[in-house]
């Protein structure tokens, strides 16, 4: 067999290890090839180049206890910590942690790195002021209601969950970011996520799909209030090529989807 894609079915454990395996072996060239335009100390939420500093989604973050959840190199937190946050940054991989203590290092700015999975975190019910992420975790794992579960629980009532994913619509095209991505090919009601597999058809990447209504539906189960859905768009005169992500697909629909929400003050 030759390695390929495809939209397939695929177990909790195949996904799973797939998942763990791809960013271990991934976060070395992950850095080389997104690291400049992440930056060591900034919360860029998506490739449009939408950043905290401006966008202010998280509301106010000083004296706060943040919680990154899926922080890759966790530039995120380390922003945080300079606004006054006390920053904790959570990756399922050892891979990209690493990445994340070396620029801990070398900035001096320090998030506090804990290694675990989204899907159960290792972590006090109700001691979080915010949660966030930047496509870390919920694209990747299999079950997403219960990490808008699992945040929920860790989050002190009124506290904020913001989450960045590739826009649900993308779902229809190819992966491609030049004129093969523009047409519709896929159901956008298909819920097979995508696939990478090998020679021996392992699966070796899996990205994980739902609907705008299954997200919705997935925050309101788990007890979140929707305040807004940021669909960032292209903006003028920026032509960095991010995967599929581009300004020729930029200018004509949303490539991210942001997710503001807050758990309630009274259930
Ligand atoms: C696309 S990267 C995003 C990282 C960072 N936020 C950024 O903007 O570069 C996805 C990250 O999610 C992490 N991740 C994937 N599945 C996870 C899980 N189940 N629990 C925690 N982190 C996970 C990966 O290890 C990786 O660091």
Same mark, same amino acid.
């Given at each position: 067999m030759e390695p390929g894609v495809t939209r397939n079915h695929v177990s909790v454990a195949e996904a799973s290890r797939a998942n763990r395996r791809w960013w271990d072996a991934d976060a070395d060239s992950y850095q080389a090839e997104h690291g400049a335009f992440l930056g060591d100390v900034d919360l860029l939420w998506c490739p449009e180049g939408v950043r905290e500093a401006t966008a202010g989604l998280l509301?106010?973050?000083?004296?706060?206890?943040?919680?990154?959840?899926g922080c890759g190199s966790a530039a995120g937190s380390r922003w945080l910590v300079t606004q006054g946050a006390r920053a904790v940054a959570l990756d399922l991989s050892a891979g990209m942690l690493r990445h994340?203590?070396?620029?801990?290092?070398?900035t001096?700015?320090?998030?506090q790195l804990v290694q675990g999975d989204a899907s159960a975190l290792p972590l006090v019910a109700e001691s979080f002021?915010?949660?966030f992420t930047a496509f870390g975790a919920v694209p990747f794992v299999s079950d997403s209601a219960r990490v808008m579960r699992e945040v929920y629980r860790v989050l002190r009532p009124g506290g904020r969950w913001v989450f960045s994913v590739t826009h649900p619509m993308r779902w229809i095209f190819l992966d491609d970011p030049g004129e093969g991505g523009l047409v519709a090919v896929h159901s956008y009601f298909d819920r097979r996520p995508y696939v990478e597999h090998d020679e021996h058809g392992v699966p070796t990447y899996v990205e994980q799909h739902r609907t705008l209504g299954d997200r919705i539906r997935e925050l309101v189960a788990a007890g979140f209030t929707v305040l807004d859905v940021v669909e960032p768009e292209w903006p003028e005169g920026h032509d960095r090529i991010? &995967?599929?992500?581009? %300004?020729?697909? &930029?200018?004509?629909? %949303?490539?991210?989807?942001?997710?503001?929400?807050?758990?309630p003050i009274s259930p």
């Amino acid at each position: 067999m030759e390695p390929g894609v495809t939209r397939n079915h695929v177990s909790v454990a195949e996904a799973s290890r797939a998942n763990r395996r791809w960013w271990d072996a991934d976060a070395d060239s992950y850095q080389a090839e997104h690291g400049a335009f992440l930056g060591d100390v900034d919360l860029l939420w998506c490739p449009e180049g939408v950043r905290e500093a401006t966008a202010g989604l998280l509301g106010a973050v000083e004296g706060r206890r943040t919680l990154e959840v899926g922080c890759g190199s966790a530039a995120g937190s380390r922003w945080l910590v300079t606004q006054g946050a006390r920053a904790v940054a959570l990756d399922l991989s050892a891979g990209m942690l690493r990445h994340a203590s070396r620029l801990n290092e070398k900035t001096g700015i320090r998030a506090q790195l804990v290694q675990g999975d989204a899907s159960a975190l290792p972590l006090v019910a109700e001691s979080f002021d915010v949660a966030f992420t930047a496509f870390g975790a919920v694209p990747f794992v299999s079950d997403s209601a219960r990490v808008m579960r699992e945040v929920y629980r860790v989050l002190r009532p009124g506290g904020r969950w913001v989450f960045s994913v590739t826009h649900p619509m993308r779902w229809i095209f190819l992966d491609d970011p030049g004129e093969g991505g523009l047409v519709a090919v896929h159901s956008y009601f298909d819920r097979r996520p995508y696939v990478e597999h090998d020679e021996h058809g392992v699966p070796t990447y899996v990205e994980q799909h739902r609907t705008l209504g299954d997200r919705i539906r997935e925050l309101v189960a788990a007890g979140f209030t929707v305040l807004d859905v940021v669909e960032p768009e292209w903006p003028e005169g920026h032509d960095r090529i991010w &995967g599929q992500w581009s %300004p020729l697909r &930029g200018r004509l629909f %949303p490539g991210t989807a942001i997710f503001v929400t807050r758990k309630p003050i009274s259930p």
